[in-house]
Structures are given as C-alpha cells and as structure tokens.
C-alpha cells in the first residue's frame, strides 16, 4: 500500500481506470470518488466503482494523501480553487490533464503551503468515455508524463512515481512546455486532423452518408474512430495548447500543399519517397513495443472458418 | 467449384489472400500465379502458395477462366497489353485496383472480343505486403466493389459475383466515377492525410524521432500504420484518381483553416459542436458492422492480470 487515502475527482474513463487499478494492485488503503453529475455518482454507487462515493469536494479530499483532478482542463482551476482549503497537510495533488502548461497556470496559485502538486498525463485511453468504461490495465506498459517543477519536493515525487509505477505504467518526468509541443505533435494534431476529415466526409453531397459508412473499413474508419473521443475534452485541449497545436497544424497545412502539388504535376517520384520514408517510422513504433504488429491492430482474424 | 482455372498476376497481399480463400472455399480447380519479381515466385512456390507458379504472363492467363489483376493500377494497361492475345475465349478479366476509371482507360483498349472485363476493387486490406501476408479470411464480411458497363454481359458478372460471394464478401456495383469519388473521400485522402502528419512529425526539430515513437500511442501511431501502406500502390493510387483526391483535398484544407480559426480565437462552442458531429458517424460504422466496438480497437487487455 502506498497511500492511505488517493481521492479521484471526475469519475470519467480515466479516473474509473484509476479506481480499478490502484483496487487490483492494493495501492491504496481507501479509494474515494466525486463527479459533479449526480448521474456519474449514481452509476459509481451501483457498480462499486470506489469504496466511497462523495456528495462534495470537501469530502472527497479530506484526508486523502493523494488528489488526482481527473476532469477536462478547462475546469481544473476552478475545482483547485474549490478543495485547496479542505487539502491535507502533506498530501500530493497531481491531475491527468493532456495539457499541463495551461494546468500549472491555473492550479499552482490555489495550492496551499505544504502540499505538493506534481501535475501528470497519462497517455493511455480509449475514444470511450463515463464511469463504466474504466478497466484495471488501461495503464499497463503505457507512459504517464510528469512535469515537475525545480521546487518540487523529490520525496513526494518517489511517491507518486511509485504509485504511478504499481499501476504498471512507465514514468517520464519532463518540463510543462516540452510536453505541450510533444503532445501536440503526437496526440493533438492528429485528433484535429481525424476530425477535420470526418467533417469533411460529413459535407461531400456526391457520395451518401450511408455509403460512407459502408466503405469506411479501407481507411476512415480509423479516423472516425479518434474523432469518436469526448468532445469537452478535445476542445479544453486545443483551447489550452493553443500555441503547439497552431505551430503543428501550421506546418501540417504546409506538407499537405507540397504533396497536393505533387499530385496535381504528377510528381510520382516525390510521392514515392515521401510514402517510403514514413513507413521507417511506424517501424520504429512497433520495434519500441507501443503497438502491435499484427496487420490492422489485430482487427482481422487470420483463422479461416472462424 | 466456379471457375475452372484462376490465375492471380502480381502474388503480393491480395493475390496470395485470393490464393488462400479460394482453397479454402473450394471455388476453383486450379490457382496459377505469375509475378514479375523472381523471388516473389520463388516464395510462392516455397510456400505453395498456389498449385502453379509460372513464369511467364502468357503461361498464367493461358487457358484461365478468371484473370485477376492483382498489380499497382500503374502498370495495369502494360500487363493488359502483353496478356490479350493469351486470353481464352469466354474468360473474365477483373483487376484489384484501387482506382477504377484509370483502370478502365488503360486496360479495355486491349480487351479482346469475346473476353469479359469487369473492373473490380476489393475493400480489404492490411498495412503489409507480399506473398507471405496474405491470408483465406481478408475479404470475410468486406466490400468488394464491382464496376461493370452498361454493355458487361450479365451471365459474366453474375458468375465473378458467386465467386467474389464465396469467399465471403459483400458484392456492391456501381459506376466507375462514383467508385473514385467514394474512395477518394473514404481511403485516398484519409491515407494522404496521414502521410503527410508522419512527414510532418519527422521534420519538427523540437521533438526527438525517440520521443515521437515513444509517446505515439496517443493517437499519432493509428496515423503511422495507415502512413506504412505500400508506397508504389499509393504513389499509383494518386496520381490516377487524381481529380478526386484533389477536390477531397481541398475541401479538407478549407475545413481544417476554419477550425485553426476557431482554435486561434478561442471560439469553443463551434469547436464542441464539431467534435460531437463527428461521434454520431463513428456510431453508424459501429452500427454498420464494418468496425468494433471494443475500445482502441480491441488493442487493449481488459483483463486484471494479463
């Protein structure tokens, strides 16, 4: 047992993980959860999702020794403002923002002498959201992101680091803005991105919804499977890394234009090297274990007369 | 048993997927294959992929029932040439390609009186390629598009119908104008699209290639495998369904400047209402049978203890 008491707040797909994690690996001595939504608190109850489901904010943090702010980024600073009087001496109040420079500027002014915030991103998920869609190995051989500041206490850091660590995940420590422009890149672009042509296909009149959703499996389907996420926290995440995500989206537009005119000259051999370059890349994500290599994610079966 | 000879030409994934599932279901007396890469014969014919490999076009399509060509839509025309006068009265033609106008110009040219052409597009596919990829079960429960002309005989389309049914697929036909439109908004742009984020992410200096690959599981690797895709078929794929890919094109480069707009002047509800658009369609390809429901794809273990 690491904590005695880890109090989640926002019961969503990652706090609900948390829940059942930290319960199988018996991290915590006692696991509390809020959400605004009397709905979500209803379903935690039901299911069992924590051991104590609370009516505030208050009760939720009392004497909890860790805080994880498991809500849209758009929201942290207000819900900070709102427990800061009620945190304990000592506690660690850490959050699972996918933003942490625009979480540090509205957490850190309501933390209270002698508690320790170490701001935190898991990146692990799934485009499910809600207390029922959390399960105990979200965070299996995934990377929580930890973007501690100078004056960070290093003793409340190996705590939460080891907590984080007894989930099964990899821990990362790195400054608030090389995360922002690192998520931006390999997270928030491609989520705009997703979107940006799933709307498109929405608008095309020529070819029917219903056609494009039954032929969506040679390439869209993937897409629309990113751009199915939860919109409050989509759009808190492109709202608070504002800057990265117009750098990347920048060049982004720009690439796009170089291989459209490729395209429209018929530049076949410019085409053909940029497409063989990229396959290097994908290489490198399956060598280094963050995906599987089975053809389509594993989606097809391979046994005939299954 | 439908057809009496099938002969597969260019033994790379959907070949040799052809090679397996017609075994698999009984559907023709003999499977030759021809590739013009001496080692993709030489693997075939170490993995008995089919009961004849041959070396030469004219000995494959000699005496076939079907032809399928099974090559990038860029050398179509050439293969069609060179095998026309081998062809056996009677026989069908199909092709694979994912394009079909082009397809269409460059191959009935050469079509001999009394040969059947239909145009033809199997919805399927993986991110891998080769004779070795290939497996009975790709095209179970996919579209297979089929694009005949107003003067294709009907015992002829009927009969590569039953043959396409066997192996489990799902038969459509339309005209070759709305196959290339309907493809370009449903798999050539959304591959060109994450092309151009894998280029872009390796040319961003303030991110390390290691980090990218490190932290890719947060949307940026489902772009990376459709960007690992086959870079001569897609190279091919562009610039013969150029016009298509273009006007797709360009309508994604206006929608992705309106919502750069939005994020630049922090216009959240339009951001909101676009995000939640775009989860109904997801709904509907769940709904269709074309994707899982499974979150991640199925990719994650929801088992404690796995």
């Known amino acids: ?45 039901e299911i069992g999702l924590v051991d104590t489901v609370c009516d505030s904010l208050s009760d939720v943090v009392r004497d909890a020794d860790l805080v994880m702010l498991c809500v849209p980024v758009g929201v942290m ?13 000592g506690a660690i109040l850490s959050d699972t923002g996918s933003v942490k420079q625009a979480v540090v500027e509205a957490v850190a002014p309501h933390v209270p002498q002698g508690v320790h915030f170490i701001p935190g991103h898991p990146l692990a998920g799934t485009e ?22 100078e004056t960070t206490d290093p003793q409340a850091l190996a705590k939460l680091r080891a907590y984080l660590e007894g989930l099964e995940a990899n821990v990362d420590t790195m400054d608030a803005p090389h995360h922002d422009i690192t998520l931006a890149v390999t997270s928030h672009c491609p989520h705009l991105i997703a979107y940006t042509m799933v709307g498109v296909a929405d608008h095309v009149r020529r070819v029917s919804h219903q056609e494009i959703i039954k ?3 040679s390439g869209f389907r993937d897409f629309t499977r990113i751009a199915a996420s939860d919109p409050t926290m989509w759009r808190d995440v492109f709202l608070t890394n504002k800057e990265a995500t117009l750098d990347i989206l920048g060049r982004f537009a720009e690439e796009l234009f170089v291989l459209q ?16 370059r990229t396959r290097a890349i994908r290489r490198g994500i399956i060598d280094a274990g963050q995906d599987t290599d089975a053809p389509d994610f594993g989606r097809v079966s391979k046994q005939a007369g299954e």
């Open 1 to 45: 047992m690491i904590f005695g008491k880890v109090a989640l707040i926002g019961m969503g797909l990652i706090a609900s993980s948390l829940a059942h994690a930290t319960k199988w690996k018996g991290l915590a001595g006692e696991v509390a959860g809020y959400d605004r939504d009397p709905e979500v608190r209803r379903i935690a109850a």
């Open 77 to 89: 600073g207000a819900v900070a403002a709102e427990i800061a009087p009620h945190l304990k001496q």
């Open 128 to 149: 499910q959201s809600g207390p029922r869609s959390g399960f105990a190995t979200l965070f299996v051989n995934r990377w929580w992101l930890l973007t501690p500041s």
């Open 215 to 217: 032929y969506s499996a």
């Open 261 to 276: 005119r490729a395209i429209r000259t018929g530049d076949g051999e410019m085409l053909h090297d940029y497409f063989t």
